[in-house]
Structure formats: C-alpha cells, structure tokens
C-alpha cells in the first residue's frame, strides 16, 4: 500500500463517496490480507471509528496529517475546509469549512445521529468559519455544536419549491413543511472563547440576472459576504 502513500495504522478520511454521509468520518488503514488482491482492486481495509470494518477505493481516503501551530487537516467531500494563512508570523490562521446541506434532503433524520455526524465534521482543529450552502432558514443545525449564525441570504432567497422549480422528486425527499422554507446561504462563526476572529461587517448581494426562459422567470441567486 506504500505505493499508494498509505501505511497500516495510518487514519484516513473518506470523501467522494456516493453515501453522503459516510464522507467526513475518519478510520485506521488496516494490514493488508492479500497486498496482491488490493492492487487489483485498488482497495484498502479500514476500520471506521465507529466501529464498522469497510473495503474503499484509495480514491475516496484522505489521510490525516496532524500539525502543530494551529495547521488543520482539509476537509474534501460534501463539505471542504481550508486555511486562509496572513503573512505575519504566528499570526492566528482563519479556517474555512464550506458544507452543502442540499437543503437536507440527504441528512440524518435521526436528531442523534445528525448532532454525531455535525460533530464529527467540526472535529480535530474546528473550523473557526462555516458557510453553509443549500440550507433552509429557521433550522440552525450548528448551534448544538457551538457556532453562531452571522449572516443568512434569506432578505434575497426564495421558497424551497420555486427554487427547485417544482421539481417534485426532489421536494418528496422532505417534509410538506419544508417546501415553503426559504433555501439560503448562511455563515456560522465559532462561539467559544478560543476563536480569535471578530466580525466586521457582512453583507448579501444578487448575481442573477432578471431573465426567463420563455414563460419561467430564472430564480434569483445570491451571495453573502464576512469581513
């Protein structure tokens, strides 16, 4: 497996898996049984956290270097973190975690499974900034797990259905309710004391354009914005 850059005991992260919700969540490489068999397949044996033994394509794992110096791991699947470093030395390191909600079509119905996987995905160094792509207004999923709402695009956005277009196979995957739940962008800062960061001003615009294809107006898309 050393050609491939992993080594037995090496913690991995899964990412660009179709199970969305397997991707973020962290396991031990295991020995190889048949090395011969793993290059064929281009697979290796890894032993989740949460117990469960899984066979992945390298491809889909990330491994986990830990750093000193307030470095983080990235963060690649439906949801990425990154550094945004200054040139000062020992200057304190904004981390970055973009996360898709899909306006939760795919998350956890479960409460305690949905807190588990939020935890684990602001585990290790947690990201000081988290912006939310997809989500509905009115459910602050990120406050359990001690981050601040600091801005949604909802003075911009629009219902959930006219979002989607109507498109009832997508609309089925939630509840009736949701429907009319406005589908925005929102930035989440971290609430506890050793985040270094203050906020400064934020703000949302509209990119689109007030176009239609033939009787169907473009639904309007917007940014937001954190200094």
Request: proline share 5%.
């Amino acid at each position: 497996m050393e050609e491939w850059g992993f080594a037995a005991g090496d913690e991995v992260e899964l990412r660009g898996l179709s199970k969305l919700e397997l991707n973020g969540q962290r396991g031990t490489v295991l020995s190889l049984e048949s090395p011969e068999q793993a290059r064929q397949l281009g697979r290796l044996a890894v032993m989740m956290h949460s117990g469960k033994q899984l066979s992945l394509k390298v491809s889909n794992l990330l491994k986990v270097t830990h750093r000193s110096h307030g470095s983080a791991c990235d963060l690649s699947l439906h949801s990425r973190r990154k550094l945004v470093s200054t040139p000062v030395n020992h200057a304190p390191q904004l981390a970055v975690m973009t996360f898709n909600l899909q306006h939760l079509a795919n998350f956890p119905k479960d409460p305690s499974i949905a807190r588990r996987r939020l935890m684990e995905l602001t585990s290790g160094r947690p990201p000081d900034l988290i912006a939310i792509q997809e989500g509905l207004e009115g459910i602050d999923l990120l406050a359990q797990v001690g981050y601040s709402k600091l801005i949604s695009s909802a003075v911009k956005a629009v219902p959930l259905r006219e979002a989607l277009y109507g498109d009832e196979a997508a609309l089925e995957a939630l509840p009736a309710i949701a429907h009319e739940s406005l589908m925005v962008n929102e930035f989440y800062l971290r609430s506890d004391e050793e985040c270094a960061w203050q906020l400064e001003g934020t703000g949302v615009e509209q990119i689109s354009s007030a176009v239609s294809l033939g009787d169907d107006p473009i639904v309007p898309r917007s940014v937001i914005w954190a200094k």
